[in-house]
């Protein structure tokens, strides 16, 4: 499943670039790239697992940027 997220409060394209670098070591994520221009982040993981991997990208975000937000 490939998701388009919006990413709300994500200020700084070094963050963008550190997201993309936590969220992408996940072990199922095989996809993720995030676009600081357009606040958004692609994510793609298998269908089964998508909720709980979200959830860690979420976790992972966090760490880099305590102020964001994901829109899903």
């Not at 670039?17 to 958004?40: H, L, P």
């Amino acid at each position: 499943m490939k998701k388009n997220i919006k990413l709300k409060g994500l200020d700084c394209a070094n963050c963008a670039a550190k997201i993309e670098r936590a969220v992408s070591k996940i072990k199922e994520v095989t996809d993720c790239r995030v676009n600081f221009m357009t606040q958004r982040m692609v994510l793609e993981a298998p269908d089964d697992q998508f909720d709980t991997i979200l959830q860690a990208a979420q976790k992972a975000a966090k760490k880099v940027h305590a102020d964001l937000v994901f829109v899903v």
